[in-house]
């Protein structure tokens, strides 16, 4: 069958699907009992789009995004662990030292606990200091497991890291 149907000696605009006719119809906007115009590339449907930040979906879930801070001179909470939650990093900037190139920087799950990231530091620059910047990323760098702290693993002669991340619980 061919697109379009006669009704009452008018065309109306139809798309065959499966031999059945679907009705097409011309959007018009504006508010009640107004016409704006056709919607066109060049009359666009207006749209109010807002970025809601207070919140991140997880599986139909909204979270809250939450902020940390850190100065740490030898191994240290950086979140404190919280019952049935995982403690997912979603972005981070850090400087560390590193002039005497023995330091090494590795976030673990627990303390003392599994490494959730490889050890900045040593391999990553000689002498000085280094940044290290995760943009945000809406599923997360890493994550801790269940009801688990997050911690910085610091070793060396000399480290320090300061920094701040943004994180949900999961």
């Not at 018009?28 to 807002?50: E, I, S």
């Not at 090494?104 to 940044?131: D, I, N, P, R």
């Not at 070793?155 to 920094?163: C, I, L």
Request: hydrophobic share 40%; proline share 4%; net charge negative.
């Amino acid at each position: 069958m061919a697109d379009n149907i006669t009704v009452a000696d008018s065309v109306i605009a139809t798309d065959e699907i499966a031999s059945v006719h679907h009705q097409r119809a011309k959007l018009v906007h504006g508010a009640d009992g107004t016409n704006d115009g056709d919607v066109a590339r060049t009359n666009p449907l207006p749209v109010d789009a807002v970025l809601n930040t207070g919140v991140i979906q997880s599986s139909g879930s909204q979270l809250t995004p939450k902020f940390a801070k850190f100065a740490l001179t030898a191994t240290g909470t950086v979140v404190p662990a919280v019952s049935d939650k995982k403690i997912r990093v979603l972005s981070l900037a850090m400087t560390c030292e590193s002039s005497d190139e023995d330091e090494t920087y590795t976030f673990k799950s627990g303390a003392a606990g599994t490494a959730l990231t490889g050890a900045f530091g040593e391999a990553t620059v000689e002498g000085g200091q280094f940044v290290l910047v995760l943009s945000f990323s809406p599923v997360g760098w890493f994550e801790t497991a269940s009801g688990s702290l997050l911690e910085l693993s610091i070793a060396g002669t000399s480290p320090h890291a300061d920094g701040c991340l943004t994180y949900v619980e999961v």
